[in-house]
Protein backbone atom coordinates (compact mmCIF):
# COMPACT_ATOMS: atom_id res chain seq x y z
CA UNK A 1 0.00 0.00 0.00
CA UNK A 2 1.23 3.44 -0.64
CA UNK A 3 1.85 6.18 2.26
CA UNK A 4 0.77 9.48 2.59
CA UNK A 5 1.58 11.20 -0.49
CA UNK A 6 2.19 14.86 -0.05
CA UNK A 7 2.96 17.82 -2.90
CA UNK A 8 5.01 19.70 -3.68
CA UNK A 9 7.63 18.92 -1.46
CA UNK A 10 9.38 22.26 -1.37
CA UNK A 11 8.14 25.75 -1.87
CA UNK A 12 9.18 29.00 -1.66
CA UNK A 13 6.65 31.92 -1.33
CA UNK A 14 6.72 35.63 -0.76
CA UNK A 15 4.42 37.77 1.65
CA UNK A 16 1.38 38.50 0.67
CA UNK A 17 0.95 35.65 -1.15
CA UNK A 18 -1.20 32.17 -1.54
CA UNK A 19 -0.23 28.42 -1.47
CA UNK A 20 -2.39 25.59 -1.71
CA UNK A 21 -0.94 22.23 -0.63
CA UNK A 22 -2.00 18.53 -1.87
CA UNK A 23 -2.33 15.09 0.12
CA UNK A 24 -3.83 11.75 -0.93
CA UNK A 25 -4.01 9.42 1.93
CA UNK A 26 -3.67 5.66 2.13
CA UNK A 27 -6.11 4.23 0.12
CA UNK A 28 -9.06 3.39 2.25
CA UNK A 29 -8.17 6.28 4.83
CA UNK A 30 -11.26 8.54 5.05
CA UNK A 31 -9.80 11.36 7.92
CA UNK A 32 -6.87 13.76 6.94
CA UNK A 33 -5.85 16.25 9.09
CA UNK A 34 -3.02 18.53 8.89
CA UNK A 35 0.04 20.42 11.02
CA UNK A 36 2.28 22.81 11.22
CA UNK A 37 5.66 22.07 12.59
CA UNK A 38 8.14 24.89 13.59
CA UNK A 39 11.19 24.86 15.57
CA UNK A 40 9.89 27.35 18.46
CA UNK A 41 6.23 25.66 18.14
CA UNK A 42 6.50 22.13 17.55
CA UNK A 43 3.81 20.37 15.69
CA UNK A 44 0.80 22.27 16.21
CA UNK A 45 -2.77 20.82 14.80
CA UNK A 46 -4.46 22.61 12.38
CA UNK A 47 -7.85 20.67 10.87
CA UNK A 48 -9.07 17.85 10.27
CA UNK A 49 -11.31 16.30 7.44
CA UNK A 50 -13.39 13.30 7.46
CA UNK A 51 -15.90 12.65 4.36
CA UNK A 52 -15.20 16.41 2.78
CA UNK A 53 -15.74 17.89 6.17
CA UNK A 54 -14.28 19.67 8.63
CA UNK A 55 -14.94 17.62 11.88
CA UNK A 56 -11.96 19.41 14.05
CA UNK A 57 -10.06 22.49 14.32
CA UNK A 58 -7.06 23.68 15.79
CA UNK A 59 -6.07 27.42 16.95
CA UNK A 60 -5.02 28.70 13.76
CA UNK A 61 -6.41 31.85 12.50
CA UNK A 62 -8.61 31.76 9.46
CA UNK A 63 -6.30 32.48 6.84
CA UNK A 64 -5.36 28.75 7.20
CA UNK A 65 -8.50 26.67 5.17
CA UNK A 66 -8.69 23.48 4.11
CA UNK A 67 -10.98 21.22 2.17
CA UNK A 68 -11.24 17.51 1.51
CA UNK A 69 -12.68 15.98 -1.89
CA UNK A 70 -14.98 12.60 -2.28
CA UNK A 71 -11.54 10.56 -3.08
CA UNK A 72 -10.51 11.39 0.46
CA UNK A 73 -7.68 13.15 -1.31
CA UNK A 74 -7.11 17.00 0.80
CA UNK A 75 -5.61 20.21 -0.05
CA UNK A 76 -4.71 23.30 2.25
CA UNK A 77 -4.82 26.58 1.39
CA UNK A 78 -2.86 29.54 3.37
CA UNK A 79 -3.91 32.94 2.16
CA UNK A 80 -2.06 36.52 3.02
CA UNK A 81 1.24 34.38 3.17
CA UNK A 82 3.47 35.72 6.54
CA UNK A 83 6.97 34.97 7.16
CA UNK A 84 5.56 33.24 10.46
CA UNK A 85 3.89 30.50 7.82
CA UNK A 86 7.38 29.31 7.03
CA UNK A 87 7.08 25.70 8.46
CA UNK A 88 7.14 21.88 7.50
CA UNK A 89 3.77 21.77 6.66
CA UNK A 90 2.21 17.61 7.48
CA UNK A 91 -0.86 15.78 6.49
CA UNK A 92 -1.39 12.54 7.84
CA UNK A 93 -4.33 9.98 7.36
CA UNK A 94 -5.92 7.39 9.49
CA UNK A 95 -7.98 4.37 8.92
CA UNK A 96 -12.28 4.75 9.59
CA UNK A 97 -13.11 4.98 13.13
CA UNK A 98 -9.61 5.63 14.64
CA UNK A 99 -9.63 9.12 14.36
CA UNK A 100 -6.40 10.18 16.20
CA UNK A 101 -5.83 6.85 17.97
CA UNK A 102 -3.33 5.99 14.80
CA UNK A 103 -2.02 8.30 12.30
CA UNK A 104 0.21 7.43 9.18
CA UNK A 105 1.88 11.04 8.60
CA UNK A 106 3.22 12.36 5.10
CA UNK A 107 6.80 13.72 4.60
CA UNK A 108 5.31 17.24 4.64
CA UNK A 109 5.91 20.04 2.55
CA UNK A 110 8.54 22.27 3.24
CA UNK A 111 7.39 26.21 3.08
CA UNK A 112 9.54 29.06 3.29
CA UNK A 113 8.16 32.59 2.89
CA UNK A 114 10.32 35.41 1.92
CA UNK B 1 -5.25 24.49 27.79
CA UNK B 2 -3.91 21.31 27.63
CA UNK B 3 0.00 21.04 27.40
CA UNK B 4 2.46 18.54 27.13
CA UNK B 5 6.40 18.80 28.37
CA UNK B 6 8.61 16.57 27.68
CA UNK B 7 12.11 16.87 28.51
CA UNK B 8 15.27 16.79 27.96
CA UNK B 9 15.44 18.96 25.06
CA UNK B 10 17.88 17.49 23.54
CA UNK B 11 20.56 14.52 24.52
CA UNK B 12 23.63 13.49 22.75
CA UNK B 13 24.83 9.29 23.78
CA UNK B 14 27.44 7.24 22.73
CA UNK B 15 26.43 4.53 21.17
CA UNK B 16 25.35 1.49 23.59
CA UNK B 17 24.17 3.71 26.27
CA UNK B 18 20.82 3.45 27.93
CA UNK B 19 18.50 6.82 28.46
CA UNK B 20 15.29 7.82 29.51
CA UNK B 21 13.00 10.36 27.89
CA UNK B 22 9.97 11.82 29.53
CA UNK B 23 6.51 13.57 29.11
CA UNK B 24 4.49 15.62 31.30
CA UNK B 25 0.78 16.73 30.88
CA UNK B 26 -1.04 18.58 32.60
CA UNK B 27 -4.06 16.67 31.92
CA UNK B 28 -5.14 13.73 31.35
CA UNK B 29 -5.69 12.27 27.82
CA UNK B 30 -7.76 8.88 26.80
CA UNK B 31 -4.22 8.14 25.77
CA UNK B 32 -1.00 8.85 24.89
CA UNK B 33 1.12 8.15 22.15
CA UNK B 34 4.95 8.60 21.09
CA UNK B 35 6.43 8.87 17.47
CA UNK B 36 10.04 8.79 16.08
CA UNK B 37 10.59 11.82 13.19
CA UNK B 38 13.83 11.40 11.02
CA UNK B 39 15.13 14.74 9.27
CA UNK B 40 12.89 15.32 6.17
CA UNK B 41 10.51 12.61 7.37
CA UNK B 42 7.15 12.52 8.67
CA UNK B 43 5.93 11.30 12.53
CA UNK B 44 5.96 7.62 12.73
CA UNK B 45 3.68 6.13 15.37
CA UNK B 46 5.79 3.71 18.09
CA UNK B 47 3.36 3.19 20.42
CA UNK B 48 0.09 4.38 22.11
CA UNK B 49 -0.53 4.41 26.01
CA UNK B 50 -4.15 3.45 27.29
CA UNK B 51 -4.20 2.24 30.56
CA UNK B 52 -2.55 3.94 33.78
CA UNK B 53 0.23 1.93 34.87
CA UNK B 54 0.64 0.58 31.46
CA UNK B 55 3.87 -0.70 30.38
CA UNK B 56 4.86 -1.43 26.88
CA UNK B 57 8.13 -3.12 25.24
CA UNK B 58 9.51 -2.63 21.41
CA UNK B 59 12.49 -4.65 21.05
CA UNK B 60 15.08 -2.38 23.34
CA UNK B 61 12.50 0.62 23.69
CA UNK B 62 10.54 0.46 26.61
CA UNK B 63 7.29 2.55 26.91
CA UNK B 64 5.49 3.60 30.21
CA UNK B 65 2.39 4.88 31.14
CA UNK B 66 1.72 6.75 34.79
CA UNK B 67 -0.41 5.41 36.99
CA UNK B 68 -2.52 9.33 36.79
CA UNK B 69 -2.17 8.60 32.83
CA UNK B 70 -0.60 12.66 33.17
CA UNK B 71 3.06 11.17 32.24
CA UNK B 72 4.79 8.71 30.16
CA UNK B 73 8.19 7.83 29.75
CA UNK B 74 10.63 5.83 27.14
CA UNK B 75 13.12 3.89 27.71
CA UNK B 76 16.17 2.94 25.41
CA UNK B 77 18.76 0.04 25.87
CA UNK B 78 21.56 -0.29 24.30
CA UNK B 79 21.10 2.93 21.58
CA UNK B 80 21.98 2.18 18.51
CA UNK B 81 22.88 5.16 15.56
CA UNK B 82 19.27 4.13 14.13
CA UNK B 83 17.62 5.19 17.08
CA UNK B 84 19.03 8.87 16.20
CA UNK B 85 15.76 11.52 15.91
CA UNK B 86 13.29 13.66 17.21
CA UNK B 87 10.78 11.64 19.59
CA UNK B 88 7.57 13.13 20.42
CA UNK B 89 4.75 12.61 22.93
CA UNK B 90 1.21 13.38 21.84
CA UNK B 91 -1.60 13.06 24.16
CA UNK B 92 -5.06 12.55 21.99
CA UNK B 93 -8.99 12.78 22.80
CA UNK B 94 -11.64 12.27 20.99
CA UNK B 95 -11.50 15.19 19.28
CA UNK B 96 -7.54 16.69 19.21
CA UNK B 97 -3.88 15.48 19.44
CA UNK B 98 -1.88 17.95 21.35
CA UNK B 99 2.23 16.97 20.57
CA UNK B 100 5.11 17.38 22.86
CA UNK B 101 7.89 19.64 21.70
CA UNK B 102 9.99 16.74 21.16
CA UNK B 103 13.33 15.21 22.72
CA UNK B 104 16.33 14.87 19.43
CA UNK B 105 18.13 12.50 20.05
CA UNK B 106 21.54 11.94 18.61
CA UNK B 107 23.58 8.58 19.27
CA UNK B 108 27.07 8.77 18.41
CA UNK B 109 28.74 5.47 16.56
Known amino acids: KAGVTQTPRYLIKTRGQQVTLSCSPISGHRSVSWYQQTPGQGLQFLFE???????NKGNFPGRFSGRQFSNSRSEMNVSTLELGDSALYLCASSEPGQGFEKLFFGSGTQLSVL | TQLLEQSPQFLSIQEGENLTVYCNSSSVFSSLQWYRQEPGEGPVLLVTVVTGGEVKKLKRLTFQFGDARKDSSLHITAAQPGDTGLYLCAGVSHDKVIFGPGTSLSVIP
Open chain 1, 49 to 55: YFSETQR
